[in-house]
């Protein structure tokens, strides 16, 4: 792969502030869209009944990077890309989760007390999770731990959710119609990001099938994983498919920003794809899971519809 340096450092200047704002400004707008659906009793719960809220915590922060790690034993992926999987796996939950917590009607509250608590903890183990990388990898050379934008993202986190609630405990109708009308909207700058950082980097895309499909793997172990730890501990289906989404999940942003740290040109294009897909197949993977359930709740309220409508009428079913 023949890459013009000069060429290539002017594009990944660029990319580094564009991927910065974007997925900063997902971040706010998505904390404000799902605060708007919450209120401090839904938090109560949550610490009244936090043994869902305190595993997805930990398979967030501890098991999700010995999942990536095996993955990188048993695929042996490149070194690139097995230190950009490693690197997300290490990273707090992201915000994608209260989206798709939204459209499968789960616990949007969990989602995003998992997000803040996890952020919060990943100022001591981001570290952790590096110096397990570095281990496995002896070309990683992590120096620069991203606490300041760890910072940012906790107070642009915690500052959204707080005016969302603020905004529905003054107008709860509209709050609901707000939500209903603009869920979307963080899926749509993230793509927008996608889009723009193809056209800026086109190697930013670049992958090998094996890496696409390890990630996708990965997702799938801890998406099911955590949903069926979470019904052996006796979680109800909703806090489990909250669990599950939020442990699955991660912050891309810092994850960028750490590879954007730590590596320069060639190198670094050749690990950026990894977050890049994780954020699309996440999506992808939300998407579907989404999908299903809106089936799976329609044919099922439409079942229970007829049912009623028979009993009324006293037609046998």
Excluded at 28 to 55: A, E, N, Q
Excluded at 183 to 188: E, G, K, Q, T
Excluded at 274 to 286: D, Q, R
């Amino acid at each position: 792969m023949e890459i013009d340096t000069a060429t290539l450092v002017e594009a990944e200047a660029e990319v580094v502030q564009l991927q910065r704002a974007f997925l900063l400004a997902a971040l706010g707008l998505s904390s404000f869209i799902f605060g708007s659906k919450v209120d401090p009793s839904d938090f109560t719960r949550c610490v009244k009944k936090p043994l869902g809220m305190w595993m997805s915590v930990f398979v967030s922060v501890l098991l999700s990077p010995l999942v990536a790690y095996i993955l990188n034993l048993v695929f042996k992926l490149e070194v690139s890309a097995g230190i950009a999987l490693l690197v997300t796996s290490c990273c707090p939950a992201g915000n994608l989760s209260p989206i798709f917590a939204y459209y499968t009607q789960s616990d949007i509250c969990l989602c995003l007390s998992v997000i803040v608590l996890s952020t919060l903890m990943s100022v001591g183990m981001i570290p952790l999770g590096m110096f397990i990388c570095s281990n496995a990898y002896k070309e990683l050379d992590l120096t620069v731990i991203p606490n300041t934008l760890i910072v940012i993202n906790l107070f642009v986190n915690m500052g959204s959710i707080t005016m969302g609630m603020v905004f529905r405990s003054y107008k709860e109708k509209w709050a609901d119609r707000f939500v209903k009308a603009f869920s979307n909207v963080p899926l749509l700058v993230i793509l927008a990001m996608i889009i723009i950082v193809r056209i800026k980097l086109p190697l930013s895309l670049h992958v090998a099938v094996k890496d696409v499909f390890a990630v996708l793997l990965y997702l799938v172990i801890v998406l099911c994983g955590t949903y069926l730890t979470g019904l052996l501990v006796g979680q109800d289906h909703e806090t489990c498919r909250a669990m599950a989404l939020c442990s699955a999940n991660k912050s891309i942003m810092l994850a960028l920003t750490i590879l954007h740290a730590s590596f320069t040109g060639e190198v670094l294009v050749n690990t950026l794809p990894i977050p890049t897909f994780f954020l699309i197949e996440y999506s992808l993977v939300g998407l579907v899971m989404s999908g299903v359930y809106q089936l799976y709740y329609y044919y099922n309220f439409s079942s229970l519809t007829s049912l009623l409508g028979n009993l009324q009428q006293g037609t046998p079913v």
